[in-house]
């Protein structure tokens, strides 16, 4: 599908970026674990709650540990050093900067776009948590360090890096960052070797954050105690970085949907993706793309700003989201919501936009329907067909995208409730507290109301995860020797404050291995529902939240004993249970022969009745 014939043509003589937020001095710093056994309700019941807080800006700081290229003079990372300061070079580029994805030392655009988006759109929806957390300026600078990279790997109108370094390479390597491994290459999809989702992708992010900086609204209503207005976006407003983010939008779009050769799965392109952050489709990163650049692209107007960049106009990006999301036959999914696939934030955002009454969108009523028709699966997985259940201790878990990172799944639907719920677009009262509920409890559970009393976020609580796989944190040097240098009893050497960990399993048990990647592993994507759902917390909440109550050392009376079993550690799956594939095969066996039993009880019972010696009279 071409691009409709430009319309609307705005101008810009020269791009300059305006300074970003000035940050506090002295530094806001993490507070000790011990901490975040202390309650505060009672002695403080204002708005904001201070554990909310401290919350917040643990989850700010983990991005900061994560950073990549020459860091700062105000780096508040002790530990952390100039690294990877030659990316680009093998393509004549400076593509330093950025964030490595998780605990290694890969950069790719396609999950670093999904996390900037959704942090963008928190900070649209519940910004003044930031404001009233004073946590506003690390929000700024947490956000240009990704976009600023994303910028220059945007390296012209047809050209989009998206992965630096070799996955194989950096699998191979366990250690810190200074001696990272080489060669680190460069990726890119471009005009004729194309990557519709990783282009709109970024362009989607590019977009829903120039509405952020453009001071942009999607009106969400107070839903807690407090008498704050909770309607205004984190102060962050600057139009001129607002427009150089938007025309790096805009041209992407132009890239993702008329590249020469065609639209296509970016790992088609750069088969180096495909183990690391291969896409499963692209009309979902369309759809996104083209509401997020309609919203932006009206907000440059009522800006009044002189973008020398040729666009289309807010209503004709509207018409193309709702034209992809027909063609790409998006509606009706249970799909879970994440980096990968977005079709769920797609409902979200239709009905907040329907909502407001937006010039050229679709009837409101059609897409609450749509919305609440995903939400209620959400809730009660029991009602549908699909992958999704409820652990015994009340994680929502889908199979399959929750085997690598159980939480992430489940606090992004709790992102999505929150916000449906914030934005005033449910039909029902009913329907408001079921939804509030379920997303409290999902985060209530991250928090330490599960069967192993952790709180699943690194140096919040003295349970939080003590060994997150990352490479540069835990002070060891010999892949082979991951769990035991340092020991698994000690930690790792330096404590990531703030990180999400990938999450328990579906018997909830977390064993805390530092090898175990699947529970283990931090990522930036992990963290960033959980900012938006602390963020709202801080505007509408006045009570502690949930890590305060658990017992301190009540995690070490329930821990199981040796080893998970899952697609990183392999020995507990002997012996004691069978893996997920095993058990899903002994169930279908079982299922067929029980037909068979029953089929055959039947028939000897029918000869029975016939020959008159079932319990009766000759």
């Given at each position: 599908?071409?691009l409709p014939?430009c319309l609307l043509?705005l101008?810009?003589?020269?791009i ?6 000035s940050?506090?001095s002295?530094p806001?710093l993490?507070a000790?674990a ?18 909310w807080?401290t919350?917040?800006?643990d989850l700010?700081?983990?991005y ?9 003079s105000?780096n508040r ?8 300061t030659?990316?680009?070079s093998?393509?004549g580029?400076?593509?330093t900067?950025?964030?490595y ?5 890969i ?8 996390t900037l988006?959704?942090?963008c ?8 948590g930031?404001?009233?957390s004073?946590?506003?300026s690390?929000?700024?600078?947490m ?7 994303l ?5 012209n109108?047809?050209?989009l890096y998206?992965?630096v ?6 699998n191979?390597?366990?250690g ?5 491994p080489g060669p680190r ?8 070797s194309?990557g ?5 992708g970024?362009?989607?992010?590019f977009?829903s954050?120039s509405?952020l900086y453009?001071g942009?609204t999607?009106?969400p209503?107070t839903?807690?105690k407090?008498s ?10 600057n139009t001129t ?7 790096h939008a805009v041209e992407l779009?132009?890239l993702?949907?008329n590249?020469?050769?065609?639209m296509?799965l ?9 183990d690391?952050?291969a896409?499963?489709?692209y ?5 996104m793309?083209?509401l997020w650049l309609?919203?932006a ?7 009044n700003?002189?973008l020398?960049i040729?666009t289309?106009?807010?209503?004709q990006?509207y018409?193309?989201?709702e ?5 790409f036959?998006l ?8 980096w990968d696939?977005k079709?769920a934030g797609?409902?979200i955002l ?6 407001l009454g ?7 009523s ?5 919305a ?8 009660d997985?029991?009602s549908?067909?699909?992958?999704a259940s409820?652990?015994k201790?009340g994680?929502?878990y889908y199979s399959g995208?929750?085997n690598?990172a159980?939480l ?16 005033g ?5 009913d329907k ?5 509920s379920f997303?409290q409890s ?6 330490g ?7 699943y ?6 349970n939080s995860?003590?060994n997150p796989?990352?490479?540069?944190s835990?002070?060891?040097d010999?892949?082979?020797q991951?769990?035991?240098?340092p020991?698994?009893s000690?930690g790792?050497?330096y404590?990531?404050?703030g990180?999400?960990v990938?999450?328990?399993d579906?018997?909830?048990r977390f ?6 990647w699947v ?6 994507d ?6 938006t ?6 505007v509408t909440d ?12 009540a ?6 004993k040796?080893?998970p ?5 392999q ?6 249970r069978l893996?997920e594939?095993g058990?899903?095969a ?5 299922g067929v ?9 039947a028939v000897w019972l029918w000869?029975?009745r ?8 000759a």
């Amino acid at each position: 599908m071409l691009l409709p014939s430009c319309l609307l043509t705005l101008t810009f003589a020269s791009i300059q970026v305006y300074a970003q937020l000035s940050l506090p001095s002295p530094p806001w710093l993490p507070a000790n674990a011990s901490a975040g056994a202390v309650a505060t309700t009672g002695s403080n019941t204002s708005v904001p709650n201070e554990q909310w807080s401290t919350l917040l800006g643990d989850l700010l700081y983990f991005y900061e540990a994560q950073r990549s290229g020459k860091l700062p003079s105000n780096n508040r990372v002790s530990w952390r050093n100039d690294s990877a300061t030659s990316d680009g070079s093998d393509v004549g580029l400076d593509l330093t900067g950025g964030y490595y994805d998780a605990g290694d030392y890969i950069k790719v655009s396609f999950p670093l776009s999904f996390t900037l988006n959704s942090i963008c759109w928190g900070g649209i929806d519940f910004g003044m948590g930031y404001d009233l957390s004073n946590q506003t300026s690390y929000l700024d600078s947490m956000l240009r360090w990704g976009l600023d990279w994303l910028i220059k790997m945007h390296a012209n109108t047809s050209t989009l890096y998206v992965e630096v370094a070799d996955t194989g390479i950096d699998n191979a390597y366990w250690g810190g960052d200074q001696n990272i491994p080489g060669p680190r290459p460069s990726f890119q999809i471009n005009d004729t070797s194309p990557g519709t989702d990783a282009a709109a992708g970024v362009s989607a992010a590019f977009a829903s954050c120039s509405y952020l900086y453009y001071g942009g609204t999607l009106s969400p209503t107070t839903i807690g105690k407090s008498s704050v207005n909770s309607t205004a976006p984190a102060s962050l407003k600057n139009t001129t970085y607002a427009d150089t983010l938007l025309i790096h939008a805009v041209e992407l779009y132009e890239l993702a949907v008329n590249a020469s050769g065609g639209m296509t799965l970016y790992q088609n392109s750069v088969p180096e993706v495909q183990d690391s952050y291969a896409s499963s489709g692209y009309g979902d990163e369309l759809v996104m793309a083209g509401l997020w650049l309609s919203l932006a692209v009206n907000a440059s107007q009522n800006a009044n700003s002189t973008l020398n960049i040729t666009t289309l106009s807010p209503q004709q990006y509207y018409s193309l989201a709702e034209s992809y999301y027909s063609q790409f036959d998006l509606a009706g999914q249970n799909s879970v919501f994440n980096w990968d696939d977005k079709t769920a934030g797609t409902y979200i955002l239709f009905a907040q936009m329907s909502s407001l009454g937006f010039e050229g969108a679709g009837n409101f009523s059609q897409w609450q329907t749509e919305a609440e028709r995903y939400l209620d699966v959400v809730v009660d997985p029991s009602s549908s067909k699909g992958d999704a259940s409820l652990t015994k201790g009340g994680l929502l878990y889908y199979s399959g995208d929750s085997n690598d990172a159980s939480l992430n799944p489940a606090l992004n639907a709790a992102m999505l409730l929150t916000r449906y719920v914030a934005s005033g677009l449910c039909s029902s009262n009913d329907k408001k507290a079921t939804y509030l509920s379920f997303a409290q409890s999902q985060l209530d559970y991250t928090l330490g109301n599960n069967p192993m009393f952790v709180p699943y976020i690194v140096g919040l609580h003295p349970n939080s995860p003590i060994n997150p796989h990352s490479a540069m944190s835990s002070g060891g040097d010999d892949i082979g020797q991951i769990d035991t240098s340092p020991p698994l009893s000690q930690g790792n050497t330096y404590v990531l404050y703030g990180a999400v960990v990938g999450g328990p399993d579906r018997f909830d048990r977390f064993f805390d291995i530092r090898s175990d990647w699947v529970e283990n592993e931090v990522a930036l994507d992990y963290n960033a529902p959980m900012l938006t759902l602390t963020a709202m917390h801080i505007v509408t909440d006045d009570i502690d939240p949930y890590f305060t109550q658990v017992t301190v050392g009540a995690n070490e009376k329930v821990k199981p004993k040796g080893q998970p079993c899952d697609d990183a550690i392999q020995d507990g799956c002997s012996g004691h249970r069978l893996s997920e594939g095993g058990e899903i095969a002994l169930g279908v066996v079982l299922g067929v022969v029980g037909l068979v039993v029953v089929g055959l009880l039947a028939v000897w019972l029918w000869k029975l009745r016939s020959t008159g010696s079932f319990g009766g009279k000759a």
